[in-house]
C-alpha cells in the first residue's frame, strides 16, 4: 500500500534563509509525486510534480524538489524564504494507477521577517 | 483559474438530516474528485470519478454517496450526516489520469451539530 509520511508538522524560518520540507513516501512501484500549497483559508495550488522525467523538479515561486528513490523520498527546498510562502505545503503520491491520490498530514510554514 | 465553483459554501445541519454538497466544473475534465480536509490529517479521499455514471470509493467513504450524471457536476450526499462528518471538503479536477495536475475548488465548510 502506498503511504506518504510529512516529517514535520511546523517548519519555522526567517526571511531570506532556505527552506526545506521533508516528505517520504512507500510504494511498491514507481508513483507520481506532487507538492501542493494551501494558503490561509484557501484552495490548493500546484507547486511542482514528478512523474518519472527528470529527478529534479522545478516548480513555481523558486521551489524544487528531488526524487531520491533509493532515499523514497521528495524532498521541497526553496534557496531564499519569502514572506508570501508562509502557508501549508502537502506532499502527494498516486496509487498504482494513478486513479487515485494520497496526502500527507501537511507541513505548515512560519517565515520570520 | 480552473472553473470550478462548489456549492453552499458554507452549511450548518443537524445530526441525522441528508446533505448534499455540489462541485461544478467549466473546464469539461474527465476526474472528478472529493476530499475531506481535518487539522492533521491533511486531505483524504472520499470518492472519486473518472466520466459519466463512472465512480469509485476514496479511503474514507463509508458515511458518503456520490453521483455524476453529467461531466460538468459532482454531487456527495451525506445520508445521514454526523457530527464526524464535520469537516472542509474540496472537489478537485484533472484533465486525465494521476500524472496530471488536480484544481481544486474553494471548499464547502459543513458543521453537523
Known amino acids: 500500500a502506498q503511504s506518504v509520511t510529512q516529517l514535520d508538522s511546523h517548519v519555522s524560518v526567517s526571511e531570506g534563509t532556505p527552506v526545506l520540507l521533508r516528505c517520504n513516501y512507500s510504494?511498491?512501484?514507481?508513483?507520481?509525486l506532487f507538492w501542493y500549497v494551501q494558503h490561509p483559508n484557501k484552495g490548493l495550488q500546484l507547486l511542482l510534480k514528478?512523474?518519472?522525467?527528470?529527478?529534479l523538479v522545478k516548480g513555481i515561486n523558486g521551489f524544487e524538489a528531488e526524487f531520491k528513490k533509493s532515499e523514497t523520498s521528495f524532498h521541497l527546498t526553496k534557496p531564499s524564504a519569502h514572506m508570501s510562502d508562509a502557508a501549508e505545503y502537502f506532499c502527494v503520491v498516486s496509487d498504482r494507477n494513478f486513479n487515485k491520490f494520497y496526502f500527507g498530514s501537511g507541513t505548515k510554514l512560519n517565515v520570520k521577517p | 483559474d480552473a472553473g470550478i465553483t462548489q456549492s453552499p459554501r458554507h452549511k450548518v445541519t443537524e445530526t441525522g438530516t441528508p446533505v448534499t454538497l455540489r462541485c461544478h466544473q467549466t473546464?469539461?475534465?474527465?476526474?472528478m474528485y472529493w476530499y475531506r480536509q481535518d487539522p492533521g490529517h491533511g486531505l483524504r479521499l472520499i470518492h472519486y470519478?473518472?466520466?459519466?455514471?463512472?465512480?469509485d470509493k476514496g479511503e474514507v467513504s463509508d458515511g458518503y454517496s456520490v453521483s455524476r450524471s453529467k461531466t460538468e457536476d459532482f454531487l456527495l450526499t451525506l445520508e445521514s450526516a454526523t457530527s464526524s462528518q464535520t469537516s472542509v471538503y474540496f472537489c478537485?479536477?484533472?484533465?486525465?489520469?494521476?500524472?496530471?495536475?488536480?484544481?481544486f475548488g474553494p471548499g464547502t465548510r459543513l458543521t453537523v451539530l
Open positions: 473546464e469539461n475534465h474527465r476526474y
Open positions: 478537485a479536477i484533472s484533465e486525465s489520469t494521476g500524472r496530471d495536475e488536480q484544481f
Open positions: 514528478y512523474t518519472s522525467a527528470a529527478t
Open positions: 510504494s511498491s512501484y514507481s508513483p507520481s
Open positions: 470519478s473518472y466520466g459519466v455514471k463512472d465512480t
